[in-house]
């Protein structure tokens, strides 16, 4: 060490919290992900009869739908293409699946909370956050078993020790808030008592020798059609980029308990490298300077029915057909440049919309700490 540098820290001994830990990029093996549609790579449409499994869905990127609630990419299938992975395969997908480099627990409509209200017959996906633990834990164990036993599987799974150098990402609570705000349930309950359940999955990957974490914060729902078609909202109560003020502000005070609950994780978990990333604000920015960024009618759906303000219509949703004169016609169809717009269906963003949001996650900027993708496996 140099004989200044080594002076100034004798010093200033605060100085080596800003030295940079390493200057290697991280070398990840696998990427194993939890969380709800926005990470969805084909779990509920494996699971249940109606899931949006049919074109236009993935129009964009696959040409066919390909599990995935968007025209394309999620930011999840670019997280695994800038690591030089595989895109990551839903676990409950039987078909044509390849788990040698991660797997998918992430299933549409989950909860971090379990609700009472779950598919098919409610609102919500049975495969909540404690679920998809329970199902990563038994794939870590019956993964080794098919390894083991070598053969023409053995090429389909993680290999051991991808489980302590894997990337863990997790992007899930939107669909929290929804239930907490339809169903009228009580903030001060609720979200202490999900946040719980969401560090005590943290803590279980933890004990079984995860140590790398990627989380997401929840967007600005206030800013997605389905949301503002069934507010119904004075004036007022619309921020001045068209946005629900109520809706954002309980997305903000999700994130804030989330930011204190990782905190508190860091300290429980001192060699586990987590990053937080605000995709609030990564989001909330798009929709604010869309026309600058070369996107157009930011609030408006562009694949659904209706047309109007949101082009969004609960009972005829992107993709779905109606039997009109017995000949079965489209009715929730795509916008004509889908390159142009941010939300794709009324919930979900087009890839785009996702490309554009990873590009500016990955580099760190919205991060705690403020680090690149390549660089999470690193301690502050």
């Not at 299933?107 to 919500?124: D, E, M, R, V």
């Not at 990873?358 to 301690?379: E, K, Q, T």
Request: glycine letters at 8%; a positive charge.
């Amino acid at each position: 060490m140099r004989p200044l540098l080594l002076g100034l820290l004798l010093l200033h001994p605060f100085l080596l919290l800003f030295l940079p830990v390493s200057s290697s990029q991280c070398n990840f093996p696998a990427i194993f992900n939890l969380g709800d549609s926005n990470s969805d790579t084909g779990g509920l449409s494996s699971s249940f009869s109606i899931g949006p499994v049919t074109l236009p869905y993935g129009e964009t990127f696959f040409r066919y739908p390909a599990g995935r609630f968007s025209d394309g990419r999620l930011i999840i299938d670019f997280i695994a293409e800038r690591l030089g992975l595989p895109r990551v395969s839903s676990y409950l997908d039987s078909l044509g699946t390849n788990f040698s480099h991660g797997a998918n627990f992430a299933t549409a409509l989950s909860t971090i909370s379990p609700q009472n209200s779950i598919l098919p017959l409610g609102s919500y996906s049975p495969f909540s956050l404690d679920v998809q633990l329970k199902q990563f834990l038994q794939f870590k164990w019956r993964s080794q078993l098919v390894y083991k036993q070598g053969g023409i599987f053995k090429g389909l799974m993680p290999k051991e020790y991808y489980f302590s150098k894997a990337l863990y990402t997790i992007d899930i609570g939107q669909n929290d808030l929804t239930a907490l705000y339809f169903l009228n349930k009580s903030v001060e309950e609720y979200l202490p008592s999900a946040l719980k359940e969401f560090s005590e999955v943290i803590k279980s990957i933890y004990r079984i020798g995860g140590r790398y974490f990627w989380i997401h914060n929840t967007g600005p729902l206030g800013c997605l059609p389905y949301v503002l078609v069934q507010l119904q909202l004075k004036p007022t109560q619309f921020d001045r980029i068209g946005c629900s003020i109520s809706f954002n502000d309980l997305a903000r005070k999700f994130n804030k308990m989330l930011n204190e609950t990782v905190i508190q994780i860091r300290k429980d978990l001192p060699l586990a490298a987590i990053t937080l990333v605000d995709i609030f604000s990564v989001k909330y920015s798009l929709f604010r300077h869309a026309k600058e960024y070369g996107f157009e009618h930011p609030l408006r759906a562009c694949c659904g029915f209706g047309g109007g303000k949101y082009n969004f219509n609960a009972t005829a949703r992107c993709g779905k057909t109606a039997n009109i004169n017995g000949i079965d016609v489209l009715l929730g169809k795509s916008c004509k440049d889908p390159l142009k717009r941010i939300n794709w269906d009324g919930v979900h963003y087009t890839e785009s919309a996702n490309k554009w949001i990873f590009d500016r996650i990955s580099a760190g900027r919205y991060s705690d700490p403020p680090v690149p993708l390549g660089f999470a496996c690193h301690l502050k």
